[in-house]
């Protein structure tokens, strides 16, 4: 619960303005219901940023609370839930199924359900059965989550007005892979499902990337259709589309760079600033963001002119807060959750700023990063944080006085997420492969719950389709 309320929590009618990644229905719905006079009731809104499986009682705690809220409110014409769909209790290895049909449960056959789901999700048979509609953001990085919940309530108002009957199609695509929509092939796929969208009885088509950390049954990619009452239609263009999809398997990936390399082409590149992202570093998808490997091999090459966003060391940031702003001391940070983060380093450092409950912005969403400190070590700055975040945007460095577009090299711990804002100042963006807590490759992640056959763990795992 902690975790929850230092990320995000909103009891009824307390969301904010902004959205947040996840809950953009919030601000969507409050300006439908404005325009159009109806009534929204609103519930709980939070999120923690994710690391490993949350406990069997916040789990339990949080899921009572919504449905009690459901059924408070009761009876209803549309429930909207905005969910991210990769979260995994110690006792439930499918959260937001278990959540719809426990609401499907309450609110009855006849009210309909739509919810948004972060692609990087898994897709169940009970979230299939539950919900109405589910649609899940298309771009990676998520630009367009608010575009997502746009979509999302407008289909839900429009099937609780009887002008549509959406019905949900589904294709397990049977693979495990890391897919940016940044880049080809994966740009050109985006655009081709949008171009779907509203033709025909086609109301709205996503793909379920899937979550290559979590240990579920489900877990890979999916083809996801919603149509105006054409499941036949639905499934065969969610197959169609998705075995598009498994062939572009082992191409969507960025070039992966090791440490020494990516520093050394930062360094001789002609522009700046150079962006390196340390992508399996990200507490995004659940590790602690203190690997020091790659500010420690910067600091023993004496580079200069690189800032770091960021390495989550709230005990650090304690003794810096203590210091105060200017200090200059001997501090030790970052490498101490876990023996695969690297050491921690130990270096003489001087103070240069420090921000009480800092933030970022990730489009327009404001993500906490918790008290914060910006230290120099010779050349080289860091940004410390005491609330785990990954790197979405620039202001990450500017907040804490550090100007991003005047540095050579930016390091960031994030996959891709970083990509929409800091695209636009980046004169090159490198992706960096360093070892450490995340599990990253299907092939040795050692799945124990995984029963079904999928690629690159199985070669063909359509082979049985083709021949049935
Ligand atoms: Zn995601």
Redesign the pocket.
């Known amino acids: 619960m902690t975790d929850f309320k230092e990320s995000f929590y909103a009891a009824p009618g307390e969301h904010p303005e902004t959205p947040t990644l996840c809950s953009a229905v919030f601000p969507v719905c409050r300006r439908r219901a404005r325009a159009e006079n109806w009534t929204l009731i609103e519930g709980t809104a939070t999120w923690a940023e994710p690391g490993g499986l949350i406990n069997a009682e916040t789990w339990e705690h949080l899921r009572g609370e919504i449905l009690e809220q459901v059924q408070a409110a009761l009876p209803l014409d549309g429930i909207i839930l905005g969910l991210h769909g990769a979260m995994v209790a110690q006792t439930c290895d499918d959260c937001e199924g278990d959540l719809l049909s426990r609401i499907r449960e309450v609110a009855g056959p006849d009210v309909v359900i739509g919810a948004t789901l972060?692609?990087?999700s898994h897709l169940t048979r009970r979230r299939l059965e539950a919900a109405d509609i589910l649609i899940a953001?298309k771009e990676?990085p998520?630009t367009d989550f608010v575009d997502c919940a746009e979509s999302c309530v407008d289909l839900t108002l429009r099937a609780a007005r009887g002008e549509i009957k959406p019905r949900l199609s589904a294709f397990d695509c049977r693979m495990i892979e890391v897919m940016p929509t940044n880049a080809e092939p994966m740009r050109g796929f985006v655009d081709q499902i949008k171009a779907h969208e509203g033709r025909g009885s086609v109301l709205s088509v996503s793909i379920i990337?899937g979550f290559m950390a979590a240990d579920v049954p489900d877990i890979g990619a999916h083809i996801v259709v919603v149509t105006d009452d054409h499941p036949e239609l639905g499934a065969y263009l969610a197959r169609d589309l998705g075995m598009q999809l498994f062939d572009f398997r082992g191409r969507t990936k960025p070039q992966l760079l090791s440490a020494g390399e990516a520093l050394e082409q930062a360094q001789n590149a002609p522009g700046c600033p150079v962006v390196i992202a340390d992508i399996w570093d990200n507490p995004?998808g659940g590790v602690p963001g203190d690997l020091t490997i790659l500010t420690k091999l910067a600091l023993d090459r004496q580079m200069s002119s690189l800032a770091v966003g960021s390495i989550w060391d709230p005990m650090a940031v304690r003794i810096c807060m203590s210091a105060g702003e200017g200090a200059r001391l001997s501090l030790r940070f970052g490498g101490k959750t876990s023996a695969t983060a690297g050491a921690p380093i130990d270096a003489e450092v001087e103070i240069l700023k420090l921000v009480r409950n800092a933030e970022q912005s990730f489009g327009q969403s404001r993500v906490p990063l918790g008290d914060a400190a910006a230290i120099r070590i010779d050349g080289i700055e860091v940004v410390l944080n005491s609330v785990r975040s990954q790197a979405f945007s620039p202001d990450l460095f500017s907040n804490l006085g550090i100007a991003p577009s005047a540095r050579k090299i930016l390091i960031v711990k994030s996959t891709n997420h970083f990509r929409g804002a800091f695209e636009a100042l980046a004169s090159d963006i490198l992706y960096v492969s360093i070892e450490g807590l995340y599990p990253n490759n299907p092939l040795t992640n050692g799945y124990r719950k995984l029963t079904r056959p999928v690629w690159p763990i199985v070669e063909n795992p359509h082979a049985e389709l083709e021949s049935a």
Do not use: V
């Open positions: 972060d692609p990087h953001f990676f998520h990337h995004g």
